[in-house]
């Protein structure tokens, strides 16, 4: 690692972590998740510069958001407030709205193999950043399912019946964030 | 004689007895405000229906919430048999977390049984506010357009480049939200915008600046990167007419964005020079 790729590393993680922080101020984030979302967006920018030499983009992509949309998952459970406002934040310093751009830019001017380069990057950033954020929610689901209908059967087997489902969150046992 | 007695008493029974309660009208009510209030910030639409159908859960067993990206519909049917309902449209949306996360919170604290539906619905009230200062906002978005410009590889010149480009989008945003413009209008003009400005900036400025890296960060402002998001959530969740909405509010977006510069460099490079 050159030292040349080292400054330019840390220049860019601080330029995401102040991105980040600004933007979810522009959004209206809540004041206590603003230092957290903005660490969260600046480690996966950062993660996603180390591996962009030795990985394909689109692993790269998809690992990094998987990264990302863990850490809100648990970040947001630990200071109980809804996903969201963590999830959005994060994910703007990956998504591809410049390449998107780009290959717009480059449809005007007449330059098709550079639009079809650009565009095709577009698409499966933007797709891989959605599998990751469906992996990490479909393992949480899975998790709070199986503590719930867990906590269900327990319920059955002490008292004989379990209290009233309803098709609502459980939230009155703290089951689902 | 005695049986039109009796049918007047069953007829003023029934009347008695299809009536809503207090409790109930007011568990409909607020579910029916933080709904729009969820919808209007820019929740899932599972979220919602999960908040609303929580407050309902208060007054009756039998409920339900159906929440479309544009709009919701509540009911519910009173101990006494009446079935209630309350539809809503939501024409403007935008994204706010931090009524998100208040709302989430007034439910909680409802549920728990911290606060009654009066507090609550003066809570509702209360939090739409904006919790930050527009000094701060406009402030934070000339460190956005910069710091974006940085992220993707730019150098100094560019993140001044994007900060002085910021100062436009600020002023025209500012503009557009007062008449209440479309949102493709605004992205259009934006579009518009960006290509003069930064084509004026390297011609005059600061010639050593990229024009795509200052553009880039300053369009990062108005790309639709969080219905993106809420849009991917939403189908994973089976909200498959919500999901799809917001897919095609973030498309046309994008789409708004680029004819924009496009128009603008084509204006620029072609007619002009």
């Given amino acids: 690692m050159d030292i040349n790729f080292l400054f330019t590393l840390i220049i860019q993680t601080l330029a995401a972590f102040i991105g980040v922080y600004v933007t979810s101020i522009m959004v209206d984030a809540p004041k206590r998740t603003l230092f957290v979302s903005g660490l969260i967006g600046a480690l996966g920018w950062g993660a996603y510069l180390l591996m962009r030499t030795s990985l394909s983009e689109a692993l790269n992509v998809y690992l990094c958001s998987l990264g990302i949309a863990f850490a809100a998952q648990v970040v947001a459970r630990v200071l109980k407030t809804p996903v969201t406002t963590i999830l959005i934040p994060g994910f703007y310093a990956l998504v591809p709205g410049v390449t998107l751009y780009r290959s717009l830019y480059f449809l005007i001017i007449n330059d098709m193999e550079n639009f079809n380069k650009y565009i095709s990057l577009a698409g499966l950033t933007s797709g891989m950043i959605a599998l990751g954020i469906l992996t990490i929610d479909s393992f949480f689901n899975a998790m709070t399912r199986i503590q719930k209908i867990n906590h269900i059967n327990k319920q059955k087997r002490e008292h004989g019946h379990a209290d009233f489902v309803t098709d609502a969150p459980d939230w009155k046992n703290k089951k689902e964030i | ?273």
């Fill in chain 2, 1 to 273: 004689m005695v049986l039109e007695k009796e049918n007047q008493l069953l007829t003023k029974e029934k009347t008695i007895v299809l009536q809503a309660s207090k409790q109930e009208q007011e568990a409909l009510n607020t579910a029916v405000k933080a709904g729009v209030l969820m919808i209007s910030a820019g929740a899932e639409a599972y979220r919602c229906e999960d908040t609303t159908k929580s407050i309902l859960s208060l007054a009756g067993n039998e409920y339900d919430s159906f929440v479309l990206g544009t709009g919701l519909i509540v009911s519910l049917r009173s101990q006494s048999g009446l079935p209630l309902s309350i539809s809503r449209r939501v024409k403007s949306r935008g994204i706010n977390l931090n009524v998100i996360d208040a709302v989430n919170q007034i439910a909680r604290d409802l549920v728990d049984g911290k606060i009654n539906f009066e507090e609550a619905n003066q809570r509702l009230t209360d939090v739409d506010h904006p919790r930050y200062s527009s000094k701060i906002k406009i402030l934070c978005t000339f460190i956005m357009t910069a710091s974006f410009s940085l992220l993707l590889s730019g150098n100094f010149f560019d993140a001044l480049g994007g900060f002085l480009n910021g100062f436009l989008l600020v002023s025209w945003r500012y503009f557009a939200t007062k008449y209440h413009f479309r949102p493709f209008t605004l992205q259009v003009v934006a579009g518009l915008l960006m290509a003069a400005g930064s084509t004026f900036l390297t011609r005059y400025l600061l010639p050593q600046a990229d024009i795509h890296y200052m553009i880039g960060g300053s369009l990062m402002l108005l790309f639709p990167g969080t219905s993106f998001t809420t849009a991917i959530r939403d189908s994973l969740q089976g909200d498959f007419v919500s999901g799809l909405t917001r897919i095609a509010e973030a498309l046309l977006a994008a789409l708004g964005l680029s004819i924009g510069v496009g128009l603008g460099f084509y204006f620029l490079n072609h007619v002009l020079s």
